[in-house]
């Protein structure tokens, strides 16, 4: 396969870095917004050929190198008889907190996890060029767990991080269940057409190193090496965890996210060439305008080598960014590919 993006993701050369953006079929594009006023995100999540378009939407503005399957990382809950809100972030209303909670969860077969999801990813890969990558994704089993746990997002996640102290062997059974269910997801997405897929840890950072080490690390290490199976690169993204770089680069991932915290240049001098690094815009940098985005993008692309850089923010793009600034960024990645 000759796209950017893959090329990247096996460490090989390219005539200028890939570029895609994390959350970039959200609420900054007017066309999303205009949609939304129509069909909540349950619904949109729900069909098929409106989550395909969605997901193209990002597409058809910018020359970006990679569509990511628009739908959300409790997408696959609903294979474990879970109901999932979003205000707008998930909510559920009876969150796991039992040993009935848990071991009561059913071990759902490939086909029953968001077909929904599987059969966008079917449309998207039937409409989108061959030049351009299509990504699925899972959270982390950790990342899955602080919301099942918890209830919703909530600062620190306390009542997940008590779990993990007050009832471990509860906990480890939650993220072992997890993990079985977002292998077996992740890896119907890339026999749908996903050409890799992207595990967001997005809440890794809320435990030291040495409690992640022994509580997280061994579930992300199986999720990882159950999803080689499919046989498609895997990126795994981790946030809020100076602390875990070390720990982290050693999991069996093609490529290795990190928000803008990380110094990717001292990264990129840690782990093997034929590994992926991608970031790190601050996405609040966007915000203050296309120049702003201008002067950030053109440093990291002055800091962080060529081979095996996957542009990207750090975090998610936020709902208020200009379209200007994402033109901007946009421009320094594809310019820095001149007279290549
Ligand atoms: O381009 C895309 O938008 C891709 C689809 C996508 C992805 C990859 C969505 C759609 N969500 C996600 C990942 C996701 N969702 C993560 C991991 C990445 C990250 O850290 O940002 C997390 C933690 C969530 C949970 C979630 N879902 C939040 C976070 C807030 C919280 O309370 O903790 C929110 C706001 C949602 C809803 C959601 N998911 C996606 C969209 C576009 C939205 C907003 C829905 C809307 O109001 O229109």
């Not at 795994?236 to 875990?244: G, S």
């Not at 095996?308 to 379209?323: A, R």
């Amino acid at each position: 396969m000759n796209q950017l993006l893959m090329r990247a993701l096996r460490g090989e050369p390219t005539e200028r870095r890939p570029l895609w953006i994390m959350r970039q079929a959200g609420r900054y594009l007017p066309e999303y917004r205009a949609l939304r006023r129509r069909l909540s995100f349950v619904e949109l999540c729900s069909r098929p050929a409106e989550a395909a378009e969605v997901t193209m939407m990002p597409l058809r503005r910018f020359p970006l190198d990679a569509a990511i399957v628009f739908a959300d990382i409790m997408s696959p809950v609903a294979a474990l008889g879970i109901d999932v809100d979003f205000a707008p972030g998930p909510v559920i209303e009876n969150p796991l907190r039992s040993v009935a909670d848990i071991e009561g969860l059913p071990d759902p077969p490939s086909e029953a996890i968001a077909p929904e999801v599987i059969e966008t990813l079917e449309r998207v890969k039937a409409e989108l060029s061959d030049d351009v990558a299509l990504l699925g994704f899972s959270a982390g089993p950790w990342t899955l767990a602080a919301y099942l746990v918890e209830g919703h997002g909530k600062r620190g996640f306390p009542a997940l991080r008590s779990m993990a102290f007050r009832d471990p062997e509860l906990l480890d059974n939650l993220l072992g269940r997890l993990v079985k269910l977002s292998a077996k997801y992740l890896v119907a997405q890339a026999r749908a057409g996903a050409d890799a897929v992207q595990v967001f840890e997005t809440w890794s950072g809320l435990l030291s190193a040495g409690d992640w080490n022994r509580i997280v690390k061994p579930h992300l290490r199986a999720l990882l090496d159950a999803v080689s199976e499919a046989g498609v690169p895997r990126i795994l993204f981790v946030q809020e965890a100076p602390h875990l770089v070390e720990e982290t680069l050693d999991l069996p991932a093609d490529g290795f996210s990190f928000d803008w915290r990380i110094d990717l240049k001292s990264v990129r001098e840690r782990i093997p060439a034929t590994t992926a690094i991608q970031g790190n815009i601050d996405p609040a940098i966007l915000l203050a305008g296309p120049q702003a985005t201008t002067a950030a993008a053109t440093e990291l692309l002055q800091q962080v080598p060529a081979t095996g850089h996957i542009v990207n923010l750090g975090h998610g793009i936020l709902p208020t960014t200009p379209i200007a600034s994402v033109e901007a960024l946009v421009e320094v990645v594809r310019r820095s590919g001149d007279g290549c």
